[in-house]
């Protein structure tokens, strides 16, 4: 989703950003509905916090970002937990796409062992492969699918920097 940005100031006068619990709230309300010092926003079906500004969508984490540095984010905002709706200033930090997907922790939708960085073999065998610089490396094949997604952790440890555990 394609956001606008407004102007830091215009976000400073209507919400506020506390970096311990990673809560917006609103300072002038912009709707009847709301009160001054409500949390700001709702949750997507996808977990991410969106906040409707003066008619404009934003993610709460981007402007987490602004109301902490001054300034929207140039790249993308990652969530090191991996909670999307946990935007406290120790978890949200700026990163590449490249680096964003270094710190993916869950399956695709279309997984079938449910474990990132493994597929299951017509043998009932397990495999790990990772990917590091444009290249996909096999990591050896395992008993289970747990044996298999232990050597995919260590390897994305130890080859992706942007990887959180």
Known sequence: MKLRSCDVEVLRLHLSYE???GVIRWVVPTAR???AGQRAGRLTD??????RLLGVDYFAHRIAWALMHGSWPSLIIDHKN????????????EVSLAMNQQ????AQAGSKTGFIGVQARPNGTFQAK????GRR???GTYAT???AHGAYIVAKSKMHPGYVA
């Open 137 to 139: 490396i096999a990591l």
């Open 103 to 106: 710190n993916r922790t869950r």
């Open 33 to 35: 509905a709301i009160k």
């Open 82 to 93: 991996g909670g999307r709706d946990d935007n406290r200033s120790c978890n949200i930090r």
């Open 145 to 147: 699918p747990e044996e």
């Open 19 to 21: 970096p311990e619990t």
């Open 130 to 133: 990772i990917r590091n610089e």
């Open 46 to 51: 996808e977990g991410y916090r969106l906040v």
